[in-house]
């Protein structure tokens, strides 16, 4: 009866001193880390930094660790103390990844825990307007249909969230179309405007700029409805494929372990923060929109966009060991 009364009280005090630690955080600067150093994703860490400094009142720092397609980023928050003081920003790498490379050094899917979705940046799918420009999507469809293997579409690599995106779309219309890896995003798109590809799906915000400057012609949004940046663009759902609907989210994480009282005070400074309306247009303005989830929430989703993933892989036998 002493052992287990001296067990008690134990468990009674350490339970104390998480509670303390917990009302007490944070209780110095904390740091944000990016997988990625520019376009949408430094955005909305940018954004984040500066709402949670204001909101936790602590500075929250942006750290860089970018390289091997987001890994570098979520393996050192995955494995820094789970206090609360190490917090990731990622984006639809963390369930891709393990789809295509299961044989990591660590599990992005359980060496991480949710703490929030924040946003979700819509993708658009463009062409070469000398090849493509008086086509709308049911005239591309129909010759890439009449030319299977002819035409290409780009990518950030072997692997990458838009050539994932792209299989599925060839999946969904059964189409026949090289791919044509590159060494980022930004290099495919580059390929798309000279022409040495045919087309390729990217970021909105990224996209625009070219799109209206006549470099590259957007055949759709790959959203449920049109979006305002490209009010004359049809959605997915428009042209008839809904399935076609693939954002790129982007979300909060911990390590695992931190205490959940730490996680939910971080989301819930982050839905204030975010919701607040010059945040909201701010991001707007970027072409990105809030998208609040709480911690489990966002686990839920993590769990289902990573069995989505895991399909398209399998379905077009893409794998990945690097």
């Known amino acids: 009866m002493k052992t287990a009364s001296a067990l008690a009280m134990l468990l009674l005090a350490c339970s104390a001193r998480a509670v303390a630690a917990d009302a007490g955080y944070p209780a110095k600067p904390v740091k944000l880390v990016l997988p990625f150093p520019t376009g949408a994703t430094f955005v909305v860490g940018q954004t984040l930094a500066e709402t949670l400094t204001r909101e936790l009142g602590q500075a929250v720092v942006i750290e860089n660790k970018s390289g091997a397609g987001g890994r570098i980023a979520m393996e050192h928050v995955a494995k820094a103390p789970a206090d609360g003081y190490t917090l990731l920003l990622s984006s639809p790498t963390l369930t891709i990844t393990p789809a295509i490379n299961p044989a990591l050094r660590f599990d992005p899917l359980t060496d991480l825990a949710p703490v929030a979705m924040v946003a979700e940046v819509?993708?658009?799918?463009?062409?070469?307007?000398?090849?493509?420009?008086?086509?709308?999507?049911?005239?591309?469809?129909?010759?890439?249909?009449?030319?299977?293997?002819?035409?290409?579409?780009?990518?950030?690599?072997?692997?990458?969230?838009?050539?994932?995106?792209?299989?599925?779309f060839k999946a969904l219309t059964s189409s026949d179309i090289l791919h044509v890896p590159y060494q980022g995003a930004s290099q495919a798109v580059t390929a798309a405007v000279g022409g040495q590809i045919d087309m390729v799906i990217?970021?909105?915000?990224?996209?625009?700029?070219?799109?209206?400057?006549?470099?590259?012609?957007?055949?759709?949004?790959?959203?449920?409805?049109?979006?305002?940046?490209?009010?004359?663009?049809?959605?997915?759902?428009?042209?008839?494929?809904?399935?076609?609907?693939?954002?790129?989210?982007?979300?909060?994480?911990?390590?695992?372990?931190?205490?959940?009282?730490?996680?939910?005070?971080?989301?819930?400074?982050?839905?204030?923060?975010?919701?607040?309306?010059?945040?909201?247009?701010?991001?707007?303005?970027?072409?990105?929109?809030?998208?609040?989830?709480?911690?489990?929430?966002?686990?839920?989703?993590?769990?289902?966009d990573y069995a989505a993933w895991k399909k398209v892989v399998a379905d077009a036998a893409i794998n990945v060991q690097n």
Do not use: C
Request: no cysteine.
């Open 122 to 168: 819509p993708n658009v799918f463009v062409v070469n307007p000398q090849k493509f420009g008086r086509d709308d999507f049911a005239a591309l469809r129909a010759r890439i249909a009449a030319n299977p293997g002819k035409f290409s579409f780009g990518s950030g690599g072997a692997g990458s969230s838009n050539h994932l995106a792209f299989e599925k």
């Open 202 to 304: 990217n970021g909105l915000p990224n996209s625009v700029p070219l799109i209206k400057g006549q470099q590259l012609k957007a055949m759709f949004v790959l959203t449920k409805e049109r979006q305002p940046l490209l009010p004359d663009v049809p959605s997915a759902v428009e042209i008839g494929l809904p399935d076609m609907v693939v954002t790129t989210w982007y979300g909060v994480l911990a390590p695992q372990g931190t205490p959940p009282a730490i996680r939910e005070k971080v989301a819930a400074a982050i839905q204030r923060g975010l919701s607040a309306p010059d945040v909201r247009k701010r991001l707007a303005d970027n072409g990105i929109e809030f998208v609040y989830s709480d911690p489990a929430e966002f686990g839920a989703f993590i769990k289902q």
